[in-house]
Antibody, heavy 117, light 111 residues
Framework: QLHLQESGPGLVRPSETLSLTCSVSGGSISNDNFYWGWIRQPPGKGLEWIGSIYYSGSTYYNPSLRSRVTISMDTSKNQFSLRLNSVTAADTAVYYC?????????WGQGTLVTVSS | NFMLTQPHSVSESPGKTVTISCTRS????????VQWYQQRPGSSPTTVIY?????PSGVPDRFSGSIDSSSNSASLTISGLKTEDEADYYC??????????FGGGTKLTVL
């Protein structure tokens, strides 16, 4: 059974870079049927698409975040990563990684990242 | 790009049927498939409907999905409501550049 687990700092200073890694077990991220994506959810609010990466390395980013986001993958470790530059308090959210075909499934358990000095 | 608009909240009694709508702001609702996710408090979302009207294994047939081109909307219908259905529900689709688009979410209260 496929399992995804987010990891990374829970606190990031304003203007710095948020970095998260998603470790995938039970399946290979090199599978060409799937994309691997990041979604976030500010406290008490709805879901926001951040972007995704295909097994080939092609990336697709939310236009509203494109200038600050990088998603990459390390097939040797079966992991993919998110970097978000120049963060502000508005970037405080639970960050989820997930596998994406037509549906987004499964999701990781999510990790809360707080942006604060 | 387009937006998906959902009612902020709906409520219904156990045993009844409720329908949650998801209206696409521009472009046809039929352009790309619609998915529905259930999110209980403190948990990650899970799929209850994908590709407009398909149920993943393990999701009861009380959950059904449809699209209506005349209203340019998708709907999630839950029949025989149970208290365990109380959750937030999100619709989701894709734009032409492979970006996911989520609705704002609907809080379902079963009272």
């Amino acid at each position: 059974q496929l399992h995804l687990q987010e990891s990374g700092p829970g606190l990031v200073r304003p203007s710095e870079t948020l970095s998260l890694t998603c470790s995938v077990s039970g399946g290979s991220i090199s599978n060409d049927n799937f994309y691997w994506g990041w979604i976030r959810q500010p406290p008490g609010k709805g879901l926001e698409w951040i972007g995704s990466i295909y097994y080939s390395g092609s990336t697709y980013y939310n236009p509203s975040l494109r200038s600050r986001v990088t998603i990459s993958m390390d097939t040797s470790k079966n992991q993919f990563s998110l970097r978000l530059n120049s963060v502000t308090a508005a970037d405080t959210a639970v960050y989820y990684c997930a596998r994406r075909a037509r549906r987004i499934d499964p999701w990781g358990q999510g990790t809360l990242v707080t942006v604060s000095s | 790009n387009f937006m998906l608009t959902q009612p902020h909240s709906v409520s219904e009694s156990p045993g009844k049927t409720v329908t949650i709508s998801c209206t696409r702001s521009s472009g046809s609702i039929a352009t790309d498939y619609v998915q529905w996710y259930q999110q209980r408090p403190g948990s990650s979302p899970t799929t209850v409907i994908y590709e407009d009207n398909q149920r993943p294994s393990g999701v009861p047939d009380r959950f059904s999905g449809s699209i209506d081109s005349s209203s340019n909307s998708a709907s999630l219908t839950i029949s025989g409501l149970k208290t365990e259905d109380e959750a937030d529900y999100y619709c989701q689709s894709y734009d032409g550049s492979n970006q996911g688009v989520f609705g704002g979410g609907t809080k379902l209260t079963v009272l």
